[in-house]
């Protein structure tokens, strides 16, 4: 008896993958077009509030956001109107600005390259010198 073998002739089956892409492809655009049209239609009508400050007020409110920027250089100069002052003049400025602005912010604008134990320093300072609403600015120069 003679066995044949029977796998010698087969090929090996191969699948095609154009079909497949091309529906890949049709159901990819079929949810990018809906997509599109579901985010272009949605239009939020919000009525905004209204304010009943009158304009005396909103004068105010405009004078007093005049902050008092200090601010601290890469060498630790204390920089306040583009000159360079000691912690005494800042001091004096300080509680000037204060007694003018009660209400009034100061922004300290420190290097953004100074170690934070040098910020922390001079906010502490500030502090006690009556800045206790300091806001901290960094800066990349």
């Known amino acids: 008896?003679?066995?044949?073998?029977?796998?010698?002739?087969s090929q090996i089956p191969e699948v095609n993958l154009v079909p497949l892409m091309d529906v890949l492809m049709s159901v990819l655009t079929f949810f990018i077009i809906i997509s599109m049209t579901l985010t272009g239609q949605q239009v939020l009508k919000v009525t905004l509030p209204t304010s009943?400050?009158?304009?005396?007020?909103k004068n105010k409110r405009l004078q007093q956001t005049n902050p008092l920027v200090v601010g601290?250089?890469?060498q630790e100069e204390?920089?306040?109107?583009?000159q360079s002052v000691n912690s005494g003049k800042l001091a004096d400025r300080i509680s000037t600005y204060l007694d003018q602005n009660p209400q009034g912010k100061i922004i300290l604008s420190a290097d953004r390259k100074l170690p934070y134990a040098k910020i922390s320093a001079l906010l502490k300072q500030?502090?006690?010198m009556g800045g206790d609403r300091v806001s901290l600015l960094l800066r990349d120069q």
């Open 126 to 128: 500030m502090g006690k």
């Open 1 to 9: 008896m003679r066995f044949r073998n029977r796998h010698s002739n």
């Open 52 to 57: 009943s400050v009158s304009t005396i007020d």
């Open 78 to 82: 204390i920089i306040l109107d583009n």
């Open 72 to 74: 601290l250089t890469l």
